[in-house]
Nanobody, 111 residues
């Protein structure tokens, strides 16, 4: 397994979660990393991106100001800090680096 996500779960609206994406068996630090999500019945969409060294980030408009993407290349791990979560953030979240995808982690925002 090359990318493994963790940190998903059930959270109330307004709450926070931190997703992790642990990489193995490739040079994680050489590649940009992305977080995507897919809600039931919807297409997979890009949430956030970070450059290989972490100096550049981009966010989808629907998460700007609420989510933060970052990485620790020494630990070969990427993160997505999600604050002020909304019910519409409910989805399976996937990380992607190089052409590898993780298996996804479920995030459910509900009271």
């Amino acid at each position: 397994v090359l990318l493994v996500e963790s940190g998903g779960g059930l959270v109330q609206p307004g709450g926070s979660l931190r997703l992790s994406c642990a990489a193995s068996r490739f040079t994680f630090s050489s590649y940009a990393m992305n977080w995507y999500r897919q809600a039931p019945g919807k297409e997979r969409e890009l949430v956030a991106s970070i450059s290989s060294a972490g100096g550049s980030t981009n966010y989808a408009d629907f998460v700007k100001g609420r989510f933060t993407i970052y990485r620790d290349n020494a630990k070969k791990t990427g993160y997505l800090q999600m604050n002020s979560l909304k019910p519409e953030d409910t989805a399976v979240y996937y990380c992607k680096a190089r052409y590898y995808w993780g298996q996804g982690t479920q995030v459910t925002v509900s009271s």
